[in-house]
């Protein structure tokens, strides 16, 4: 795509996704609360209710302005043109292989180095980034999948493992640290009943939070293997 369309897209879906993606953090957190109440067979303290409540309204108030703004109805004019009239580069007249080829191997390669370089324990934030990087060498061996085959299938597949463990730890470190706010007493002792109700339920999520750590490796290195299985794709 040529340069000024796609600054223009990066920044306008960048906005728009921004937006979106509270709001589904909102929902995400009050699914995860629901299943806490629903496993651990105690009410959530009103406090939290409430918190969360006015995150989704707001959630909500914001994706309303967002589809009935100009700005939005511009992008998707854009973007409807855009699919028919392709603002593309010289570069988009080389073979699927040359484009498709070096971005895939690159891709890998940034999430492979990044996992060693975070070692065997990496932070949430770290994970976060793995996760991030395994979700785009998921779309580009998914895309890749068309040329490679099946080979390609599997690793996009052994990749949204990762990206799903990820996801699901990445939801339940949210939910601590949303519930951790409505934990103003230091000592456990001092807690009031609805503090120590929020405790548990952080005990459970940092449970669960351990499990997502020990279970999203195998499926990376079997990415790895995957991924030396397809050769020197740039020489395809």
Not at 63 to 81: F, H, K, P, T, W
Not at 145 to 165: F, I, P
Not at 166 to 181: K, P, S
Request: net charge neutral; with cysteine.
């Amino acid at each position: 795509m040529k340069p000024a369309p796609l600054r223009y897209f990066l920044r306008e879906l960048r906005w728009a996704s921004g937006i979106l993606g509270r709001q589904r953090d909102a929902d995400v957190l009050g699914e995860v609360l629901d299943d806490i109440n629903a496993q651990l067979e105690f009410p959530m303290p009103s406090s939290v209710l409430k918190r969360l409540k006015a995150l989704r309204v707001k959630g909500n108030k914001d994706v309303d302005s967002l589809l009935n703004s100009s700005r939005y109805r511009q992008l998707i004019a854009r973007l409807s043109d855009a699919v028919v009239h392709p603002p593309l580069r010289a570069a988009a007249q080389k073979s699927a292989m040359e484009l498709i080829g070096p971005r895939l191997d690159d891709t890998l390669r940034t999430l492979f180095d990044t996992s060693d370089q975070f070692g065997d324990a990496p932070s949430i934030l770290q994970l976060h980034q793995i996760r991030i990087l395994a979700k785009k060498g998921r779309y580009c061996a998914e895309t890749a999948s068309a040329l490679l085959g099946e080979a390609a299938r599997r690793l996009a597949r052994e990749l949204e493992s990762v990206q799903t463990v990820l996801g699901e730890l990445h939801d339940y470190a949210v939910a601590v640290n949303f519930l951790e706010e409505d934990i103003e007493t230091p000592h456990a002792t001092e807690r009031t009943e609805e503090e120590r109700a929020i405790s548990f339920a952080i005990e459970h999520l940092v449970g669960l939070i351990e499990e997502m750590k020990r279970q999203w490796r195998n499926p990376l290195e079997r990415s790895r293997v995957l991924s030396t299985s397809l050769g020197p794709i740039t020489e395809l």
